[in-house]
């Protein structure tokens, strides 16, 4: 029972054998995965996947690299899509300030403007926030809805914060960084915080964890996010398992 809540499964490096791929790890236990969308097209692509697939459900959204991008009508495009079948949340959404790929201002309008979106149609959101933490935070407290879910996708803040978005009923997500040796802080994080909080993903086909690093990402590599887990919060693996599966399907509405 493990289920990666944020795996980009469309991305072109999967256009060779994505379909072999699924399969695959389907059979070796991924049970449910969450493809997000990261700008219109690949949010039309998370789509047509989740409809090809029981168990792959979508997110539509527009990731803050692409904000500058954006046109007034791709936001009423966004608000249609997410109310397909099996999109279970607004996301990737947020700021960037690592990269700054969009100006900074409009990082934020299109940020807000998708949340927005998620409050009129009842949706959680899924948050990439990189260098802006406070900015992240100030906005998500502002504009989003009471009874509108958050989650915080492979997150690198710090503890404080992530206490915070708690405090706040948000979600906190851990990726393939938790597994390396040198990720101390992020190690403390997940032992800090209330496991019924925590979500798990890949990323696919970024960050992936070790003993793979240097590879393509794949979902069936979340159990090992899954198994540092469980070591850190001194659990046994299938526990960890099975709280994260029942996390994520709370957090994404998703019923069995």
């Not at 697939?53 to 495009?77: M, N, Q, R, S, W």
């Not at 046994?236 to 398992?241: E, L």
Request: with cysteine; hydrophobic share 35%.
């Amino acid at each position: 029972m493990l289920f990666d809540t944020h795996a980009h499964l469309d991305d072109s490096r999967f256009d060779s054998d994505r379909d072999e791929l699924i399969e695959k790890i389907h059979n070796e236990g991924i049970s449910l995965i969450v493809n997000p969308g990261a700008d219109i097209d690949s949010s039309k692509r998370a789509i047509d996947l989740a409809a090809r697939y029981d168990f792959i459900y979508a997110t539509v959204g527009v990731h803050p690299h692409d904000a500058k991008d954006l046109k007034e009508e791709d936001f009423e495009k966004i608000e249609e899509m997410a109310k397909a079948d099996k999109v279970v949340a607004i996301g990737e959404i947020g700021l960037d300030y690592y990269y700054d790929n969009s100006p900074r201002e409009i990082q934020k309008q299109v940020f807000i403007r998708q949340i927005e979106i998620a409050n009129r149609l009842g949706l959680p959101i899924v948050i990439h926030s990189r260098d802006a933490s406070q900015d992240t935070y100030d906005i998500i407290k502002k504009y989003k809805k009471d009874d509108i879910g958050c989650l915080l996708h492979c997150y690198g803040q710090s503890l404080e914060m992530a206490e915070l978005y708690i405090e706040m009923g948000c979600y906190i997500s851990f990726a393939g960084p938790l597994t390396f040796k040198n990720s101390h802080k992020l190690k403390e994080i997940a032992r800090s915080i209330p496991f019924e909080k925590i979500l798990i993903e890949t990323d696919t086909p970024y960050l992936t964890p070790e003993p793979f690093r240097g590879k393509r990402n794949d979902p069936s590599k979340v159990r090992y996010v899954a198994l540092e887990l469980a070591k850190l919060k001194n659990i046994d693996p299938q526990q960890a398992m099975e709280i994260t599966m029942k996390n994520g399907l709370e957090f994404f509405s998703i019923k069995l």
